[in-house]
T-cell receptor, first 110, second 116 residues
Framework: DAKTTQPTSMDCAEGRAANLPCNHS???????VYWYRQIHSQGPQYIIH???NNETNEMASLIITEDRKSSTLILPHATLRDTAVYYC???????????FGSGTRLQVQP | EPEVTQTPSHQVTQMGQEVILRCVPI?????FYWYRQILGQKVEFLVS????????KSEIFDDQFSVERPDGSNFTLKIRSTKLEDSAMYFC??????????????FGPGTRLTVL
């Protein structure tokens, strides 16, 4: 699996968009980019994933650069409940094990 | 919304004792997983399970660990002789890969294991 690099921490004002970057410069053509988050000590929660195209669901948007070397997770209107550690994970089609890094600790400020 | 459940939420045991952690995956899911997270550290993959056999395991998953799907709903992780360093949160997950063979793993709330 390609290594991913994320900032250690970020702050965001409540109601504003939170943009969380992820670098995956060694990603290969059939590796997906997944985003999970972990609120306090709860189980990781799936957010979104993509391969090449930008994706959007009810939780977030995922913007993947054309060269696929980086991506950005966008929470359009961050709330206090979005305070969590966000993990960007690259993994091959068909692999089953998720490799979690240290993630980005997002603190949403009131 | 269907969810993965785990019992107990907290287990305290003495070093050397056997523990069994239980999980009920989402009912139509086919792949099952165990992960652990030592306090303050990363979430680590332990094992994945499909079609009644282990499909992948990490080097953490040594002979002290075993998994089982004893019936149609439960998925268990057994630690035969617990060590102090087994103290961690243990997360169960399940997934139902779609046609694109991509993983969307859904995690349970975890079992906190404390080994004294």
């Amino acid at each position: 699996d390609a290594k991913t690099t994320q900032p250690t921490s970020m702050d965001c004002a409540e109601g504003r968009a939170a943009n969380l970057p992820c670098n995956h410069s060694t990603i290969s053509g059939n590796e997906y980019v997944y985003w999970y988050r972990q609120i306090h000590s709860q189980g990781p929660q799936y957010i979104i994933h993509g391969l090449k195209n930008n994706e959007t669901n009810e939780m977030a948007s995922l913007i993947i650069t054309e060269d696929r070397k980086s991506s950005t997770l966008i929470l359009p209107h961050a709330t206090l409940r979005d305070t969590a550690v966000y993990y960007c994970i690259a993994c091959y089609t068909g692999r089953r094990a998720l490799t979690f890094g240290s993630g980005t600790r997002l603190q949403v400020q009131p | 919304e269907p969810e993965v459940t785990q019992t107990p939420s907290h287990q305290v045991t003495q070093m050397g004792q056997e523990v069994i952690l239980r999980c009920v995956p989402i009912s139509n899911h086919l792949y099952f997983y165990w992960y652990r997270q030592i306090l303050g550290q990363k979430v680590e993959f332990l094992v994945s399970f499909y079609n009644n056999e282990i499909s992948e395991k990490s080097e953490i998953f040594d002979d002290q660990f075993s998994v089982e799907r004893p019936d149609g709903s439960n998925f268990t992780l057994k630690i035969r002789s617990t060590k102090l360093e087994d103290s961690a949160m243990y997360f169960c997950a399940s997934s139902d890969p779609g046609l694109e063979f991509t993983d969307t793993q859904y995690f349970g709330p975890g079992t906190r294991l404390t080994v004294l």
